[in-house]
Each structure stands twice: as C-alpha cells, then as structure tokens.
Nanobody, 119 residues
Framework: QVQLVESGGGLVQAGGSLRLSCAVSGRTFSSAAMGWFRQAPGKDREFVAQLLWSDSSTHYADSVKGRFTISGDNAKNTVFLQMNNMKPEDPAVYYC????????????WGQGTQVTVSS
C-alpha cells in the first residue's frame, strides 16, 4: 500500500514562511508528477503546485506564483513546498498528491496537513 505522508504544517504569521514536506511510504512506485493541493473550509480542493519529474518543470496556481516554490527528489519520491510571504488567503489543509501518468487523475493523496496564518 502506498502512503503519502505530509509534515511541516502549522501556524505562521502573515508575511512569514513555512515549508511542507511529503514523503512516500509503503510500496514504492514511479510517478510522473507530484504536487500540492489545498482545501479551505467551505471551499473545494484546489491545485497549488506541481512538479513534473521528466523535465523538472513546475506549475503553479496564479494565487501562489512568486511566493511558493515546489521542489523534490524523484529517486526518493519526496516533494517539498516552500511557502513565503504567507497571506490571509493561504490557510487551508494542504494535501500532497502523486500522479502516475500525466493527464490522468491523481492516484495517491496524503492525509493533509493544516496551515494557519495569523494576521
């Protein structure tokens, strides 16, 4: 069984920084991409960032461009999300996700980690 385990969530002041980590445990697998989504209370889960292993290209939601940076290690199936200049609209449960093939639904989700921003 594959498990994605997030860590690094917590409370940060507006304008501050936080770094999320996601590691794969259990059965190993190869993925085409890993990334992050988030879900705030009363809202749908939304895309945040994605890292494609094939060419190390990254993609971001407009709301986080220039503030968040995704990085990772394909060999270790590990991905990180560096969040800088946190804003009041960033609080949510952040989920790690892995996609085995491009342009297909997410295959694996983490359990989520809470991020809170204080003003």
């Amino acid at each position: 069984q594959v498990q994605l385990v997030e860590s690094g969530g917590g409370l940060v002041q507006a304008g501050g920084s936080l770094r999320l980590s996601c590691a794969v445990s259990g059965r190993t697998f190869s993925s085409a991409a890993m990334g992050w989504f988030r879900q705030a209370p009363g809202k749908d889960r939304e895309f945040v960032a994605q890292l494609l292993w094939s060419d190390s290209s990254t993609h971001y939601a407009d709301s986080v461009k220039g503030r968040f940076t995704i990085s990772g290690d394909n060999a270790k199936n590990t991905v990180f999300l560096q969040m800088n200049n946190m804003k009041p609209e960033d609080p949510a449960v952040y989920y790690c996700a892995a996609r085995r093939f491009l342009n297909t639904p997410i295959n694996y989700w983490g359990q989520g980690t809470q991020v809170t921003v204080s003003s």
